[in-house]
Every structure is written in structure tokens, then in C-alpha cells.
């Protein structure tokens, strides 16, 4: 009772704030939403119309309301099936961006989190962060041995402000799913879970730091794509320190001209750094905005800020490049049959209709000239038709989705007229014959076999326990189960001339229990 009062006030509030922003409209997907948007414009002060687009709305409002309603303006983002394409791409530029806290402060929570004078760990120490997050932020220092590097301090109190909202984005979830059942294939209370991982995962810095340091020895044989190293010393659960980089933001097309950067070169670099993130990997980075890249004078691409990070098993990835490669070849057919097989789509469905609804989205994407072709925007729009074929919402794709319109937006800035994804297209189909072709299956078939010889020395030794225990303890039946097995009924009248139906069923039984230890 005190959660549901808790949390009716904090609706009401939240309202009144969407309604002096003219952004009501998600309130349609609430039970109830339309009175309570009825009560907030009657009582939100200084409600007016405004003549920006919906999803602009919305992300001021968003902005307004605190950090953790930011990360849910960016988990919507990805929702495209849940809230329409335009309100997606408007929240898609959301910026996480606060007003700074203090440098005392950030400079106290330092010296705690890492248990020494603030003078021994820095020599030098930016009071101006540079930058301001709804997590964390970031200041510049300098090491006593000469290193530049970059600080990045948890704000303080953030996971109390962060528990207060997620509760209440968990309780509408569970109002949501409760009493609108059209609505449970999107599954809200799982992106509302989505959003706890990944805003958990951000608030202890050791994760982001374990993050980069991955990501950096994935990429530490190419030199044309940087990530800068961690300095674990002065790492600490809210505390991340390392390497400073140097360079031009990846979107600043006019010092990239100035500095004699070939873009279209630099835009085929960062396309083949995605599909190796996303295929080679199944680890990405999911925060690609153009603030997260540098570029220096000898075109290296240097990326920061790890905290958001994606993974997807390699299964999903051989999916997804089968899903990939017959959209731009139009092969609706292997599309379809593609999501039958990854269980996306319920067996029950019909596969040719299926296939046609596929062909529905890709021509009108893939008719356009090649530059304008946007993959990212094709799956979301596959996530909105195929409701009517009972798929459910696939969570490990939502990021990707978000991120690959994000890395399309960039390279349209970097070169207009190309397309990434028809850059990386080589490297799709070589990624597909080394995994889907005849060498890939018997390099499977060899590891199959392999684990099956080192599972031989546990199947034997179950083997002869079992037979010990048929041997040297005897198996005890029941006088009814042995009468059975003699075809006799239980109270010894009568006699079968053969197996009845039950002393069938009875022998399968304990022949597949004898097949099952064995084989266990």
C-alpha cells in the first residue's frame, strides 16, 4: 500500500513535468494514462503547446525529470516497436548531460575511494570537468610520474536517486503487463530489468574498467583503432582513471578536412571496427556517439567512456548475419526462415506469409539509393510488423539496434554518399563462410567429437556403477511390478499369453532408464 501511494504521487509529478513539455503522449500506454494526463495539464504549471516534434518533447522532459529518466529516454530509444520511429530517432540524440558537482566533493570522494593523500595520487588536477554525465563525470590530471590520464568520479548519491526511479518505472512495467495483454510481448517489466543491469553495471567503476580492458585486448593487434589503458591503481568501485587521448571529435568534419584526413577511409576503419565488435567479438561498444570518439592526425581512432557495453552470443550473431546478408541480397525467403529457426517467430506461423511481411520492409528500405539504406531503422521496423506473428521482443538485439543507428548517423557525416554497411559486406560474407561453410561445420563436427572423448571416461565409470549396482546389490522390484513383467495380473489370477499393454510400457520405462544411466 505505501509502494502504491509512493508511487501514484511520483506518476502525478512526473506528469505535471511531461505535460509543461506538451509530452503527455506516453502516458497513452498506462492504464488510466488519459485521465491522469487530463489532471496533470489541469494542474502542471505553465502547460503549453509547443511546436516541437513529439520525441523532442518528450527528451526535454526527460532531461528535466533526472539522470535515470535520461537512461530511459535512451532504453526507448531502441523501442522504435513500442513508441514509432520518429519519437526513436528524436530520443536517439538524447543528451546525458548535467550540471557538474563539485570539485571538493569529487576530490573527497578520490581520496576515500582510494585510501591515499590526495597529493600522492595527482600532481595536477582539473577544477572544470570536462565533461558532466547523469552517472558520473570526468576531470583531466596528471600523475607524479608525467602521465596525462582522465578521472572519472561517481556522483555522489546517485544509486539512492537511481532505486527511488527504478522502482517506480517497475511498478508501471508491472501495472502495464498486468492489465494490457497486447502490450506483454514488448516486455516492459524486462527492459525496466535491461535498464537496472546496465545502470548497475555503470555504477561501479571496476566494471567499466574490466570493460575497457577487454575491449582494448580485443583490439590491440590494429593499430588504427585506439582504447586507451587503464591505470588500476587509482581505480576504485566509484573512482576510474586511465589514459588521456588526444584528437578532434570524430563529427568535426572540418578539422578532419583540416588535419588532411581521408573521411571516406576513416568511415571504412570504423565500419570494420563495428562488424569486428558485433561479429568477430560479440562484445560492443554501445554508447558510439560522436563525443565517445577521436581522431588524431594520423587518422587513429581512439575511443572512451565504457560504462554502456553489449554482447551478443554467437549464435544470435550467425542469426543475425544470415538475417543481415538476405535483406541486402533480398533473399526474404532465408530471412524468414532465419527467424523460424532462431525460435524469434512461433512455429505455428505461416513461413510464406511470414516471408512476404519481410519483403514489406526491406523494398521500400532497400529501393533507396544506396548512401540512404539504414539497417538499424530496418530492424526496428521488423520488430513493429512482426507482432502480428506473435515474435516476441528479442532484448539482446535492442541495443544493437540503437547503436547501429547511431553508428549509421555518423557515417553519413563522415561520407553522405556511402554506405557502412555495404563497406563491411566482405567482411560479412568471409565472417559467414569461416563460420557457416563446410570447414566451419567439420571444425564443429572435430569439437564435438573431442568433448564426446573427454566425456568417455565419466560414461564408462557410470556404466560400470550401474552395473555394480544390478550385480552386486540386485535391483528390487515390487511383487506387482515382477507379477507384471510376467504378464500375471497382481493377485495372481490369470495368465497372458504375452506381454499385456502395461508390461510393454513397463519394460520401455526401464529400458530407457538403463539407456539413460549409461549414457549420462
Not at 502525478?12 to 511531461?18: F, H, N, V, Y
Not at 531502441?78 to 514509432?84: K, V
Not at 590526495?118 to 563525470?137: N, R
Not at 539509393?369 to 526496428?380: F, K, N, P, Q, T
Request: proline share 5%; with cysteine.
Amino acid at each position: 500500500m505505501i509502494r502504491f501511494v509512493r508511487n501514484s504521487f511520483r506518476l502525478l509529478g512526473m506528469a505535471r513535468t511531461l505535460a509543461r513539455h506538451d509530452a503527455l503522449f506516453p502516458l497513452a500506454l498506462v492504464p488510466g494514462g488519459k485521465l491522469l494526463a487530463f489532471f496533470a495539464r489541469l494542474t502542471a504549471p505553465f502547460s503549453r503547446r509547443s511546436d516541437l516534434p513529439p520525441g523532442r518533447r518528450l527528451a526535454r522532459a526527460l532531461e528535466e525529470l533526472g539522470p535515470a529518466f535520461i537512461k530511459l529516454g535512451q532504453t526507448l530509444a531502441t523501442r522504435s516497436d513500442l513508441i514509432g520511429d520518429d519519437v526513436a530517432a528524436d530520443l536517439s540524440s538524447l543528451q546525458d548531460r548535467l550540471p557538474p558537482f563539485s570539485v571538493k566533493i569529487a576530490k573527497r570522494i578520490i581520496t576515500e575511494q582510494l585510501a591515499e593523500p590526495f597529493d600522492v595520487l595527482f600532481d595536477q588536477f582539473d577544477d572544470e570537468p570536462v565533461a558532466a554525465a547523469s552517472i558520473a563525470q570526468v576531470h583531466f590530471a596528471t600523475t607524479p610520474d608525467g602521465r596525462e590520464v582522465a578521472v572519472k568520479v561517481l556522483r555522489p548519491d546517485i544509486k539512492v536517486r537511481f532505486a527511488r526511479d527504478l522502482d517506480l518505472f517497475y511498478w508501471v512495467a508491472e501495472i502495464v503487463e498486468l492489465t494490457q495483454p497486447r502490450l506483454r510481448r514488448l516486455k516492459p517489466i524486462e527492459t525496466v530489468k535491461a535498464l537496472e543491469d546496465s545502470v548497475h553495471l555503470e555504477m561501479d567503476l571496476r566494471f567499466e574498467a574490466a570493460a575497457a580492458s577487454e575491449f582494448r585486448d580485443n583490439f590491440d593487434s590494429d593499430p588504427t583503432y585506439y582504447i586507451p589503458q587503464i591505470d588500476w591503481e587509482r581505480t576504485a568501485e566509484h573512482v576510474m582513471t586511465m589514459e588521456r587521448v588526444k584528437g578532434v571529435r570524430i563529427d568535426n568534419v572540418e578539422a578532419l578536412d583540416r588535419m588532411g584526413v581521408d573521411r571516406s577511409a576513416l568511415l571504412a576503419k570504423a565500419a570494420g571496427a563495428f562488424f569486428q565488435q558485433v561479429f568477430r567479438d560479440g562484445f560492443f561498444h554501445a554508447d558510439m556517439h560522436p563525443g565517445n570518439l577521436f581522431v588524431d592526425e594520423t587518422g587513429q581512432v581512439s575511443v572512451v567512456d565504457f560504462g554502456i557495453m553489449g554482447r551478443v552470443d554467437k549464435q544470435t550473431r550467425l542469426y543475425l548475419a544470415e538475417m543481415l546478408l538476405g535483406f541486402l541480397t533480398r533473399d526474404y525467403h532465408r530471412v524468414a526462415e532465419v527467424h523460424f529457426e532462431a525460435g524469434y517467430v512461433p512455429r505455428n506461423q505461416s513461413l510464406e506469409n511470414f516471408q512476404q511481411a519481410c519483403r514489406s520492409i526491406g523494398e521500400p528500405i532497400l529501393g533507396k539509393e544506396l548512401a540512404d539504406i539504414s539497417v538499424g531503422r530496418l530492424l526496428g521496423q521488423l520488430f513493429q510488423v512482426t507482432e502480428q506473428f506473435g515474435m516476441e521482443t528479442q532484448p539482446q538485439l535492442l541495443m544493437l539496434q540503437k547503436t547501429m543507428i547511431v553508428a549509421e548517423g555518423l557515417s553519413r557525416i563522415l561520407s553522405p554518399n556511402e554506405n557502412m554497411w555495404e563497406l563491411s559486406r566482405p567482411l560479412i560474407e568471409e565472417w559467414m563462410r569461416e563460420n557457416l561453410g563446410p570447414e566451419a561445420k567439420i571444425k564443429e563436427a572435430t569439437l564435438q567429437a573431442g568433448s564426446m572423448l573427454r566425456r568417455l571416461p565419466r560414461v564408462l565409470e557410470a556404466a560400470e556403477q550401474a552395473s555394480s549396482v544390478f550385480t552386486d546389490q540386485g535391483l528390487r522390484l515390487h511383487p506387482d511390478t515382477i507379477a507384471a513383467m510376467r504378464g500375471k495380473a497382481s493377485n495372481g489370477q490369470g495368465k497372458s499369453n504375452g506381454f499385456s499393454r502395461h508390461t510393454l510400457i513397463l519394460w520401455v520405462a526401464i529400458a530407457a532408464l538403463g539407456a539413460a544411466v549409461f549414457l549420462k
